[in-house]
């Protein structure tokens, strides 16, 4: 198997606990049936509408050149429609970007479509984690595992905390996901939380059943 670009941003010392992508069908669905297939049907319907009284109008002399006036008018005004049919021709390359990993350290995303982007974050940043399935999640069998990150960040001597998710999303083993970065996560917690016996490599305090390498 060749190793990918989120792969190779794994430590050495890291182990793969799970791997996966979303199921594509349900992927390339929620691409094609979002709130913006609505919106473009009506703004297209809207331009059509327009285009066929226009053209049903009697044109004076300089017809033509109204004609190619609206020709690239309706070309930019049609923008939104353009917008949503190029988001799901590059649905495909979306997909193939998009790739979810788990360590002992935690969870690596990548994703993008004219760009690819990694990241990865860790579970002791980790805040809150939930299951989320939507229509087609579950006429596919899937789920949405959200992962959601609490960060402080300062403003003139006062602090706010914001939060910032990332998605799993549209994976077939949602449940066994979410139980695996719940007990992760609760692991390290509690190991930071008790760092017993001056932190050695293995916490005799509370008993975990993560194990840290010094």
């Known amino acids: 198997m060749t190793r990918s670009d989120l792969e190779a941003m794994i430590s050495p010392n890291e182990n793969i606990l799970w791997r996966g992508k979303p199921q594509k069908k349900c992927f390339i669905f929620e691409c094609i049936f979002n709130p913006m297939l609505f919106f473009a049907i009506l703004w297209a319907g809207f331009d059509i509408f327009f285009i066929v009284m226009a053209s049903k109008t009697p044109t004076d002399q300089g017809g033509e050149s109204i004609g190619g006036f609206m020709l690239v008018f309706f070309a930019f005004h049609l923008m939104p429609v353009w917008i949503y049919l190029g988001g799901v021709l590059f649905s495909f390359r979306k997909y193939k970007n998009t790739e979810y990993i788990i360590t002992e350290k935690g969870i690596y995303i990548s994703g993008g479509v004219f760009t690819y982007n990694c990241q990865m974050k860790s579970f ?76 050695p490599p293995e916490n005799h305090g509370y008993q975990t059943k993560y194990r840290g390498r010094m």
């Open 124 to 199: 002791a940043e980790l805040s809150n984690v939930n299951i989320h399935r939507g229509i087609f999640d579950q006429m596919f069998g899937v789920g949405d595992v959200i992962l959601t990150s609490a960060n402080l960040i300062q403003f003139a001597g006062s602090s706010n905390k914001y939060s910032r998710s990332l998605t799993l999303c549209d994976i077939s083993e949602y449940q066994e996901v979410f139980s695996l970065v719940k007990q992760l996560q609760t692991d390290i917690y509690s190991d930071t939380m008790y760092p017993n016996d001056l932190r």
